[in-house]
C-alpha cells in the first residue's frame, strides 16, 4: 500500500468546565488537520466547549465529527463501562444528537462518528455491540462515516450493513502483532520526529512496527492523534511537514473514499 492522499484526524474538545486535558491548543491544533473528533459531554467536553470547538473547526474549513464515550469523566472514558448494547448505543445516540445541534448552529454537518477509549476498544471486538451501533447508525446518521480500526468488528460490520466507514492508523500509539492499537490510560512523552517517520513509512510501505519488534500490513484512509497526547502540537506539525515533503496531500476523508 502507498498513499498519495490522506486524512488527520484528531481527537480534540476534551475538557470539562476549568478542567483540561493535554498542553495544545486546540485552536492551534485545527491548523493541521482535516478531520476534528469533538467529545460530546460523556467522558469529556461540555456545551460551551462543543460550541468552541465546533465553530472553530467551521471557521478552519475542518470536518466534524461525534466522538461518543463511556460516561465517564472521572476515567476520561478510558474504563469500561457495564451494560447491555441499547444502553450503550442510546448513550451514543444521545452524544450524537448533542452534537449535531451545533453543527447545525454553524451551517456544517457531522463528517463522521468516532468511539472513544474504552468503548472504542470494545466495539472493536464485541460482535453485539458494533452490530447494535452499526444498526443505530443506519438509521440516525446512515451518511456519516464510522472511524473504526481496519482489523475491528466495527469495520467489518459496517461493511457488510453499508455504513459508509473509515480505517484509522495511530500516530501516537503503539501496534501489537495483531493490527490491534495497545490501549493505554497513560502516554508518556513522544519524540515528534519518530511519529513522523512512523507515519511516512505506514504511508508509503503500508508497514508499522509492533511491541515485539515485529513488523505488520497496515491499510488506512485517516491517520489519528490525540490532543491530550504530551506535546501534540510539536507532534502534529511534524507529522504534517513530512507528509507534504513525501508528497502526500492531506485531504477530506471524502475525497478518500470516492476515489
Not at 461525534?66 to 444502553?87: S, T
Not at 438509521?139 to 461493511?159: D, E
Not at 517517520?197 to 503500508?206: L, M, N, P, Q, S
Request: charged letters at 25%.
Amino acid at each position: 500500500m502507498s498513499l498519495s492522499t490522506v486524512d488527520i484526524n484528531c481527537d480534540m474538545g476534551e475538557a470539562f468546565g476549568r478542567w483540561r486535558m493535554g498542553d495544545a491548543d486546540d485552536s492551534q491544533l485545527l491548523s493541521l488537520i482535516s478531520s476534528a473528533s469533538v467529545a460530546a459531554g460523556f467522558h469529556a467536553g461540555d456545551p460551551n466547549l462543543m460550541d468552541q470547538t465546533v465553530r472553530l473547526a467551521a471557521q478552519h474549513g475542518v470536518n466534524v465529527g461525534v466522538h461518543p464515550g463511556y460516561k465517564d469523566l472521572q476515567g476520561f472514558g478510558r474504563r469500561k463501562i457495564d451494560g447491555n448494547c441499547e444502553e450503550v448505543v442510546n448513550d451514543v445516540i444521545y452524544q450524537i444528537g448533542a452534537l449535531r445541534e451545533f453543527c447545525r448552529r454553524y451551517d456544517t454537518a457531522i463528517q463522521h462518528v468516532k468511539p472513544h477509549g474504552a468503548l472504542y476498544m470494545e466495539m472493536a471486538v464485541n460482535e453485539e455491540l458494533s452490530k447494535s451501533f452499526i444498526r443505530a447508525m443506519r438509521t440516525v446518521a446512515p451518511n456519516a462515516y464510522v472511524f473504526c480500526m481496519g482489523i475491528s468488528q466495527t469495520y467489518r460490520l459496517a461493511r457488510e450493513a453499508g455504513q459508509p466507514a473509515i480505517r484509522e492508523f495511530y500516530a501516537d500509539r503503539d501496534y501489537d502483532d495483531t493490527g490491534s492499537i495497545v490501549f493505554t490510560r497513560q502516554v508518556g512523552k513522544l519524540q515528534p520526529s519518530e511519529i513522523a517517520d512512523k507515519v511516512v513509512r505506514a504511508c508509503t510501505e503500508g508497514k508499522v512496527r509492533t511491541v515485539t519488534g515485529g513488523t505488520i500490513d497496515i491499510e488506512f484512509e485517516s491517520i489519528c492523534f490525540h490532543s491530550d497526547s504530551p506535546g501534540s502540537f510539536e507532534i502534529a506539525s511534524a507529522m504534517r511537514e513530512a507528509l507534504v515533503s513525501n508528497d502526500i496531500r492531506i485531504v477530506p476523508v471524502s475525497e478518500i473514499a470516492g476515489k
